[in-house]
């Protein structure tokens, strides 16, 4: 089976122009790669490129007076497959708690998409011991009632964005403890400062999700590269 990537661009690029010049050129032969740009560019990428495109985010109800959300609908009705939840920025700065992030999962496979519930840990949790009870409340309360497969990202708070990956060690025992932790075949990605570096420690993994290289098409080629060859 191909590898699969998710490209988390985050609030980047700030033009289309900028999009389409990170995402003209990718190997999709290679593996699967499901572009997550900003909402903004989601509707022209797929129309210029046709590129798989996934959604940072989404909100539960169809439509109706929430000011400034996007419904799973919405993105599903302009060509998008995967929608992230429980990103940890998500999490952190916006306050999506578990039984949000429950909601979102619903919403997203009763529209027939996938969702890709990240989970993770802080720094303070790893360093307090609490790793495992986290990653299972998190696991548990995020998949109550949800009965499919889905994807399932690993994301240590800590390794985001800042140039420490996990140990391979450690997340390869987080890849065992999800799988012993759910009750389906879930795909499980790493995520967390991966870059053409690191990405062969965690050849065990389905894929990844990758923030900050995903932006750099020549370090992204380059990741795609080492995983497929
Ligand atoms: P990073 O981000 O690859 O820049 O660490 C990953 C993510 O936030 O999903």
Same mark, same amino acid.
Not at 30 to 55: H, Y
Not at 63 to 71: D, L, M, N, Q
Not at 133 to 145: A, C, M, N, R
Not at 190 to 214: E, H, K
């Given at each position: 089976?191909?590898?699969? =990537?998710? &490209?988390?661009?985050?609030?980047?690029?700030?033009?289309?122009?900028?999009? #389409?010049?990170?995402?003209?050129?990718?190997?999709?032969?290679? &593996?699967?790669?499901?572009?997550?740009?900003?909402?903004?560019?989601?509707?022209?990428?797929?129309? #210029? @490129?046709?590129?798989?495109?996934?959604?940072?985010? *989404?909100?539960?109800?169809?439509?109706?007076?929430?000011? %400034?959300?996007?419904?799973? =609908?919405?993105?599903? @009705?302009?060509?998008?497959?995967?929608?992230?939840? %429980?990103?940890?920025?998500?999490?952190?700065?916006?306050?999506?708690?578990?039984?949000? #992030?429950?909601?979102?999962?619903?919403?997203?496979?009763?529209?027939?998409?996938?969702?890709?519930? *990240?989970? %993770?840990?802080?720094?303070?949790?790893?360093? +307090?011991?609490?790793?495992?009870?986290? @990653?299972? !409340?998190?696991? !548990?309360? /995020?998949?109550?009632?949800?009965?499919?497969?889905?994807?399932?990202?690993?994301?240590?708070?800590? &390794?985001?964005?800042?140039?420490?990956? *996990?140990?391979?060690?450690?997340?390869?025992?987080?890849?065992?403890?999800?799988?012993?932790?759910?009750?389906?075949?879930?795909?499980? @990605?790493?995520?967390?400062?991966?870059? +053409?570096?690191?990405?062969?420690?965690?050849?065990?993994?389905? %894929?990844? =999700?990758? /923030?900050?290289? +995903?932006?750099?098409?020549?370090?992204?080629?380059?990741?795609?590269?080492?995983?497929?060859?």
């Amino acid at each position: 089976m191909k590898p699969l =990537l998710i &490209a988390n661009w985050k609030m980047n690029p700030l033009s289309l122009e900028g999009a #389409i010049k990170i995402s003209n050129n990718l190997p999709r032969d290679k &593996a699967e790669i499901i572009i997550c740009p900003p909402f903004i560019f989601i509707e022209k990428l797929k129309k #210029i @490129l046709d590129i798989g495109i996934g959604a940072q985010n *989404c909100f539960w109800e169809e439509a109706g007076a929430f000011t %400034g959300e996007i419904s799973t =609908l919405m993105l599903k @009705l302009m060509g998008v497959t995967h929608v992230i939840v %429980g990103h940890s920025e998500r999490r952190e700065i916006f306050k999506e708690n578990n039984l949000i #992030i429950n909601k979102k999962i619903k919403s997203i496979l009763k529209e027939g998409l996938i969702p890709i519930l *990240c989970i %993770g840990e802080t720094k303070i949790e790893k360093e +307090s011991g609490e790793t495992w009870d986290v @990653l299972k !409340k998190q696991l !548990k309360e /995020g998949l109550t009632g949800v009965n499919r497969d889905i994807i399932i990202a690993y994301e240590p708070i800590w &390794a985001i964005g800042s140039g420490i990956a *996990c140990s391979s060690d450690v997340a390869e025992e987080v890849m065992v403890f999800i799988k012993k932790n759910t009750f389906f075949d879930n795909k499980i @990605l790493y995520g967390g400062s991966v870059n +053409s570096n690191n990405v062969t420690d965690y050849s065990s993994f389905s %894929g990844f =999700l990758i /923030g900050g290289a +995903s932006l750099n098409p020549v370090e992204f080629n380059k990741i795609i590269e080492i995983i497929t060859q």
